[in-house]
């Protein structure tokens, strides 16, 4: 996405004046808020209606629940980034949270400022987490790692090979730096960084940046 593109942001939540409050505020910061809705199954058909880029979503909503919501949007449509706006702070909402495919994780004490980079810096693929919550869920990364990986089909084509530079962004990924930390050190654009991580979950068949750390660090890229 183009520092000159607006991000198309839609916002989910089940009480009607945060709703609003958190709508109005992006859209004075410039952002196109396209959608609100207040249940599960309202965000989904929304979403899907309206293709928005950030999806600003609570997790505690009626009819459907948020971590649902989540799987079934990011799962459709990998190109979808999804910042859960929750006032639990609970280690296993956050687990969940992510794993269903949410790109970062804010809860509600946030300000609004850090709310507006919070969306600016979703919409452009970087984990945004409250502090401390990050190394939560790097750990969780680590873990899931260490489970074994289903057996492969016989069938199954030899796995896609990754340029220099793509491994190198993947090395780094799976350390867990941010897109704008990976662009400074490897002094290239934060648009390039973008670049080699999309067309390296194309080669791998992956759908988010969950996946793409659980298989860097399976593979001891991170330990490089």
Same mark, same amino acid.
């Given at each position: 996405?183009?520092?000159?593109?607006?991000?198309?942001?839609? /916002?989910?939540?089940?009480? #009607?004046?945060?709703?609003?409050? /958190?709508?109005?505020?992006?859209?004075?910061?410039? %952002?196109? &808020? &396209?959608?609100?809705?207040?249940?599960?199954?309202?965000?989904?058909?929304?979403?899907?209606?309206?293709?928005?880029?950030?999806?600003?979503?609570?997790?505690?909503? *009626? &009819?459907?629940?948020?971590?649902?919501?989540?799987?079934?949007?990011?799962?459709?449509?990998? @190109?979808?980034?999804?910042? &859960?706006?929750?006032? !639990?702070?609970?280690?296993?909402?956050?687990?969940?949270?992510?794993?269903?495919?949410?790109? @970062?994780? %804010?809860?509600?004490?946030? !300000?609004?400022?850090?709310?507006?980079?919070?969306?600016?810096?979703?919409?452009?693929?970087?984990?945004?987490?409250? #502090?401390?919550?990050? @190394? %939560?869920?790097?750990?969780?990364?680590?873990?899931?790692?260490?489970? *074994?990986?289903?057996?492969?089909?016989?069938?199954?084509?030899?796995?896609?090979?990754?340029?220099?530079?793509?491994?190198?962004?993947?090395?780094?990924?799976?350390? @867990?730096?941010?897109?704008?930390?990976?662009?400074?050190? %490897?002094?290239?654009?934060?648009?390039?960084?973008?670049?080699?991580?999309?067309?390296?979950?194309?080669?791998?068949?992956?759908?988010?940046?969950?996946?793409?750390?659980?298989?860097?660090?399976?593979?001891?890229?991170?330990?490089?």
């Amino acid at each position: 996405m183009s520092e000159q593109q607006q991000i198309r942001v839609m /916002v989910v939540d089940d009480h #009607p004046m945060w709703r609003d409050a /958190v709508a109005r505020d992006l859209a004075e910061a410039g %952002l196109d &808020v &396209v959608a609100t809705a207040g249940d599960g199954e309202q965000a989904v058909r929304r979403a899907l209606a309206v293709l928005p880029d950030v999806l600003v979503l609570d997790l505690n909503l *009626p &009819v459907k629940p948020g971590v649902q919501v989540c799987k079934e949007l990011v799962g459709g449509r990998p @190109g979808l980034r999804v910042l &859960v706006l929750s006032a !639990s702070g609970e280690h296993a909402d956050v687990l969940e949270a992510v794993k269903s495919g949410a790109t @970062g994780y %804010l809860l509600k004490s946030a !300000s609004t400022e850090e709310l507006i980079d919070a969306v600016r810096r979703t919409a452009v693929g970087d984990p945004v987490f409250t #502090p401390g919550l990050a @190394g %939560l869920v790097l750990g969780e990364y680590r873990r899931l790692a260490t489970e *074994p990986a289903p057996a492969a089909g016989a069938d199954e084509p030899k796995a896609p090979q990754l340029t220099e530079r793509e491994t190198e962004v993947l090395r780094l990924v799976a350390k @867990g730096l941010s897109y704008k930390q990976i662009a400074e050190r %490897l002094v290239i654009s934060h648009r390039t960084v973008q670049n080699h991580v999309q067309n390296t979950l194309g080669k791998l068949q992956l759908h988010n940046r969950v996946e793409l750390v659980r298989y860097a660090i399976e593979r001891g890229l991170d330990d490089a």
